[in-house]
């Protein structure tokens, strides 16, 4: 053949396009991702990111009210405002006392019929952390656990034989679990809903009894004592 | 000739059974470089037949052309603009041309050898 060394290099090229041309076809030709939820997926869908969205408007609109309130008392008491917003940090980390409108649950041991309470005097971590979940999902705001705050860094589990909160142990019952909402209609529903969500059931298997009171108007939630360890705790970007 | 064939035949095939994929957004590009690949392909074989094929003009060609091609869809995107478009019309252009004088050329080698 006449000029191979020509039709080499032609050749090659040859093989990159054809090459090309198979990796295009393969990318094309893979199957769409197709939306497949239906109008009432879709609708949920719809309801929980319009909260979404209400929650992010208040909160901006919260954050430009202090905004202004910074620059509108700037001259005058530059530390009073910081202070103020110090507190209201430590509010919502749970480091102070707060008193509002709420649930107090009682665990005790199971009494059975014949009026013995049953030996055993222990709550394991998980189950605790399961009727946690349960009142948070359902309005629950601030929560302590035998007078002992629960916060974000809150961590329920077993050293030892002992279940510990925070350090603090929960070994003795009956303890009290205090709960705090936004308001009396919102205890009345989270008492509502504690009291049909299968949670009572599986303390019951655990021999324990948990005692639902009435909704009260004033109930006092002591603050998260110990530190607050943030040296791993980095800002999100 | 059937080896440039050959060499296309072969690179379908390594690519077919490589499986290889790009990311889907990319594939707008590539199928640019492949229509500047292929006119760039039509014109070496038409360079060929009419004998005034340059190895350098040729490959140095297809390496441009797929940058100009891809650059100018790129560019396009971001300006908002659908610039690939004329490297499509041209490179179309361009590949319709080549192929009907490679048929020509190719018609009068046939019917020349027939009358032979």
Known sequence: MVGTQ???????????????VAIQFQTVSEPVNRDTRDT???????MSEKEIQSDLLQEIRTIEDKLTKYENDREQSKGELLKETLEEF???????????????????????????????SYVSPSLLQRLLNELNMYGAL???????????????????TV????????????????????????????????????????FFIDNLQV??????????????????????????? | MWLPFMGLVIGVIIGLLTDIRIPPEYSNYLSIAILAALDTLFGGIRAQLQNIYD????????????????????????????????AVFAFGVRLFQNIAVIRRILLTKWTSNGEK
Do not use: C
């Not at chain 1, 009432?40 to 719809?46: A, S």
């Not at chain 1, 509002?100 to 309470?117: F, H, K, R, S």
């Not at chain 1, 019952?173 to 059931?201: C, M, N, W, Y």
């Not at chain 1, 004033?218 to 999100?236: A, C």
């Open chain 1, 142 to 160: 601030h929560i302590s656990i035998d007078g002992q705050r629960v916060i974000n860094t809150s961590v329920i589990r077993d050293i030892g």
């Open chain 1, 40 to 46: 009432w997926e879709l609708r949920n869908d719809l």
């Open chain 1, 211 to 237: 005692t639902l009171a009435q909704p009260e108007e004033d109930i006092v939630i002591p603050g998260y004592q110990d530190t607050i360890r943030i040296r791993y705790m980095e800002p999100v970007e």
């Open chain 2, 55 to 86: 190895e350098k003009v040729f490959v140095s060609g297809f390496f441009f052309n797929i940058l100009l091609a891809a650059s100018l869809a790129f560019l396009g995107v971001h300006l908002g603009v659908d610039l690939y478009l004329a």
């Open chain 1, 6 to 20: 020509k039709h080499f290099y032609f050749t090659v090229t040859a093989s990159i396009v054809g090459f090309m």
């Open chain 1, 90 to 120: 430590k509010i919502e980390a749970g480091m102070t006392d707060v008193t509002g409108p709420g649930i107090i649950l009682t665990l005790q041991p199971l009494v059975n019929e014949l009026g013995q309470e049953a030996p055993t």
């Open chain 1, 163 to 202: 279940t510990k909160i925070d350090g603090h142990s929960l070994n003795k019952l009956p303890f009290e679990i205090k709960v705090i909402t936004k308001d009396s209609e919102e205890a009345e529903k989270l008492l509502k809903r504690i009291e049909i969500s299968p949670i009572v059931g599986d």
